[in-house]
């Protein structure tokens, strides 16, 4: 580890820190349906939008109403990004001639973009044309952020209101995110990208001819206004398939910079929001310490690990850090801080390869993903999963001093309890069964590359990211395959519905409560006590579902490099 290395680790935390306040009160005045300076412009298209779907801001939904129209909303999107999959090979702007994805690919890349997942089990340039690319893509990386910062701000009404039935309205909340949110910011950053040299245009792949000679195909392509989106609503998927590391993706340590603070920006104001619908800063304040912690944590164990290098490469004669599967504009500080930002947060980018990380340094994405992705995680998805953790800490806090546990001044009682734990446990549930099942059957281990524990970690961290929406991979694993296709595809849809139902039950069953005036006994959550609580809950809760195959994959892998031994 270097002096410069962390000047640049702290100089990006700065950024999102100064970025939380201001755009967390523009958030809150958004979806308050207070005025903002885009409201001369936005607002007729917000009411025509209203007029057209048969909606009104007035409209109030209960959780169940609340819910089915996501769930309908979603399934549509699933299957229009389907069809035009299936039918790209007839559809125009295809200047390459892809052909039609066939079914089980096409069901995993639906299901992916449509979950906020952006898994690729394919390679953009030589696998899909610019349609659908701009109109399934690139639309579902817009809608599916967009769901997730919805459920957000929906949970937080619930513990929130003083009391009443409604969360809120979906279809509001959709059209408020999308118009005022997502759009112009990612313009913004459109723009920004051309600038920098990212490609955006809808010409046909170039066709050049190399200083030895010889003939090379460049693909280029409408890259800049996805990569814009895929960053800033945390999907990930990328237009390239090298990702971040393309140079027609991360071009250079500016855009490197700004995708890693478009990453997590949304997602750290989302507790500054939370904290002003509340009426108290401090409880925002509170949550993204707790996540701090976390992430830095993540970052100084990643960072040493690559840092320190590979012990039988050391054993050669060799010194240095570990820089196999690395860009050198880059570096390894700002991969492996880029690695624990893209697992921290559902995005998945890279811009390096983690399969070449060290058994340790690989290890840190995997537990952050593990944890539910809830240090900043997704749009919404990483504040809606902090809550559920938050549930859980105020009832062991309550347990701790007798009393009924409160949050906010709403009672915490078995209800909630049992649907934070449902959320919760659906990850490992996803994760951990699908990879014991495909460590053993032929069709699973066929796709390994690597025999021993780091095969096994291959196939842990493809299912860990399915289920916790993430989608960035362990490159050693084949996964275009009928069993990793239908069975990754599956994992992604769990991690995603079986957390979002539970967090709107919880909203609409803490919305109908009436809050309880604190009291001399309440257990204060926006102090450092309460910070040391949930991250102790995280960290023990995380650590006791997962521990074991953490043990069997990386841990034994890196006690194995140690001794120097290889498998």
Request: aromatic letters at 10%; a neutral charge; glycine letters at 12%.
């Amino acid at each position: 580890m270097t002096f410069n290395g962390w000047i640049q680790i702290l100089v990006y935390c700065g950024i999102v820190v100064l970025l939380v306040k201001p755009l967390g009160g523009y958030m809150y005045r958004v979806f308050s349906g207070d005025r903002t300076f885009l409201s001369p412009i936005l607002g007729p298209v917000e009411r025509s939008l209203y007029r057209i779907s048969g909606t009104s801001e007035r409209e109030e939904q209960h959780w169940t109403t609340y819910a089915a129209a996501l769930l309908f909303f979603n399934l549509a999107g699933f299957l229009v990004l389907y069809f035009l999959q299936r039918l790209q090979g007839s559809l125009p702007y295809n200047p390459a001639g892809m052909t039609a994805v066939e079914p089980g690919l096409a069901f995993n890349t639906a299901a992916s973009f449509m979950t906020n997942t952006n898994l690729q089990n394919y390679g953009g340039e030589s696998t899909m044309s610019y349609l659908v690319q701009m109109a399934g893509f690139t639309v579902q990386n817009f809608l599916s952020a967009a769901t997730g910062i919805a459920i957000a701000i929906a949970l937080i009404r619930g513990f929130t209101k003083a009391s009443g039935k409604s969360i809120g309205n979906f279809w509001v909340d959709m059209t408020r995110c999308t118009l005022y949110l997502l759009l112009p910011l990612c313009i913004v950053l459109t723009l920004v990208y051309v600038y920098l040299g990212i490609p955006q245009t809808l010409s046909a792949y170039i066709d050049a001819t190399t200083l030895e000679g010889t003939r090379q195909t460049i693909a280029v392509g409408p890259a800049a206004s996805q990569i814009a989106i895929k960053m800033l609503g945390t999907n990930g998927g990328g237009f390239f398939n090298a990702n971040a590391a393309h140079p027609f993706e991360n071009p250079d340590a500016i855009s490197n910079l700004i995708q890693m603070v478009s990453i997590f920006a949304i997602g750290a104001a989302l507790t500054n929001v939370f904290g002003r619908m509340n009426g108290n800063q401090r409880q925002g304040w509170a949550i993204l310490t707790s996540m701090a912690v976390l992430f830095i944590a993540g970052v100084a164990v990643c960072y040493w690990a690559e840092a320190s290098g590979n012990p039988l490469v050391h054993a050669l004669g060799i010194d240095g850090g570990n820089m196999e599967g690395k860009e050198t504009r880059f570096g390894i500080a700002l991969s492996a801080l880029f690695a624990v930002i893209t697992t921290a947060a559902s995005c998945g980018a890279v811009n390096a390869m983690h399969d070449s990380f060290t058994a340790l340094g690989g290890m840190i994405p995997i537990i952050n993903m593990q944890l539910g992705e809830v240090i900043v995680g997704g749009v919404g998805a990483g504040l809606y999963g902090i809550l559920m953790y938050i549930v859980i800490a105020v009832f062991v806090a309550g347990l701790m001093v007798g009393r009924t546990p409160e949050y906010l001044g709403k009672k915490i009682e078995a209800k909630e309890i049992k649907m934070a734990m449902l959320a919760i446990l659906c990850l490992p549930l996803a994760m951990l069964i699908f990879t014991a099942i495909a460590v053993v059957l032929p069709t699973g281990v066929a796709s390994i590359a690597n025999a021993g524990p780091h095969g096994f970690s291959e196939v842990l961290y493809a299912y860990t990211s399915a289920a916790a929406n993430n989608g960035s991979a362990f490159g050693g694993l084949t996964g275009n395959t009928p069993w990793y296709n239908i069975t990754l595809g599956i994992g992604m849809l769990m991690g995603r519905f079986l957390v979002i139902i539970p967090a709107l039950a919880i909203a609409g069953s803490l919305v109908a409560k009436k809050t309880v005036p604190a009291s001399a006994g309440t257990f204060p959550t926006d102090g450092p006590l309460f910070v040391g609580l949930l991250v102790g809950v995280i960290l023990i809760v995380g650590g006791l579902t997962f521990f074991p195959a953490l043990a069997v994959g990386p841990i034994v892998e890196h006690l194995a490099g140690i001794h120097g031994q290889t498998f």
